[in-house]
Nanobody
Framework: EVQLVESGGGLVQPGGSLRLSCAAS????????MTWVRQAPGKGLEWVSI???????HYANSVKGRFIISRDNAKNTLSLQMNSLKPEDTAVYFC??????????????RGQGTQVTVSS
């Protein structure tokens, strides 16, 4: 059974930083692309960043240059370093198994999410 558990969310002021983590189990992590997805209040899901099994990364334009995705295959852990946070980054952040380019369609495994609130 795929299990994904996010942590690291919280309240941060604009311009601040947070680091999210996702502990993965129940599948062969090293062979799987992984995705961070978010859902802002009243909006649909959007993909934020994807890292494939070889370590290649992709970022949504809205976070490019501010967020960094990484993975630790020895620890089965996915991370998202978020810098220069903006109020519009406020959302529930989920980690998901696979390259989830269209998170509002199809089926995929994701965690329960962690709340990130950017506010002064």
């Amino acid at each position: 059974e795929v299990q994904l558990v996010e942590s690291g969310g919280g309240l941060v002021q604009p311009g601040g930083s947070l680091r999210l983590s996702c502990a993965a189990s129940g599948f062969t992590f090293i062979f799987s692309a992984m995705t961070w997805v978010r859902q802002a209040p009243g909006k649909g899901l959007e993909w934020v960043s994807i890292i494939d099994s070889a370590g290649s990364t992709h970022y949504a334009n809205s976070v490019k240059g501010r967020f960094i995705i990484s993975r630790d295959n020895a620890k089965n852990t996915l991370s998202l370093q978020m810098n220069s946070l903006k109020p519009e980054d406020t959302a529930v952040y989920f980690c998901a198994k696979g390259p989830v380019w269209s998170p509002n369609s199809g089926t995929y495994s994701r965690g329960q999410g962690t709340q990130v609130t950017v506010s002064s």
